[in-house]
Nanobody
Framework: QEQLVESGGGLVQPGGSLRLSCDAS????????IGWFRRAPGKEREGVSY???????IYYADSMKGRATVSRDSDGMVYLRMNSLKPEDTAVYYC???????????????WGQGTQVTVSS
């Protein structure tokens, strides 16, 4: 079954770090990139970052520039390392697959179930 599976969320104190993982090894879609999105309570879904399948192109949203690193390995895993976390980073984080270089969520065709990140003291 084609799917994406996120993991690595949890509770972290402000200023702390987390690394989220996205298992894309079972994707059948001939995708161009894996993107990370988040949805905070009462807010619209927001693009965070994407990485091209071969790692050759990376994008970060302004909200995460300088605080996040996206990477991939040869086994189909994609990672989002987030540092200096703030309470406003609290959200459900999703990974998703797209065929083009975009952060438009409508162009993402396969989504994971999400993983909760809570930043609180």
């Amino acid at each position: 079954q084609e799917q994406l599976v996120e993991s690595g969320g949890g509770l972290v104190q402000p200023g702390g770090s987390l690394r989220l993982s996205c298992d894309a090894s079972r994707l059948l879609l001939d995708y161009y990139a894996i993107g990370w999105f988040r949805r905070a309570p009462g807010k619209e879904r927001e693009g965070v970052s994407y990485i091209r399948r071969n790692g050759g192109r990376i994008y970060y949203a302004d909200s995460m520039k300088g605080r996040a690193t996206v990477s991939r390995d040869s086994d189909g895993m994609v990672y989002l390392r987030m540092n200096s976390l703030k309470p406003e980073d609290t959200a459900v984080y999703y990974c998703a697959a797209t065929r083009i270089a975009t952060m438009d969520p409508h162009e993402y065709h396969v989504w994971g179930q999400g993983t909760q990140v809570t930043v609180s003291s």
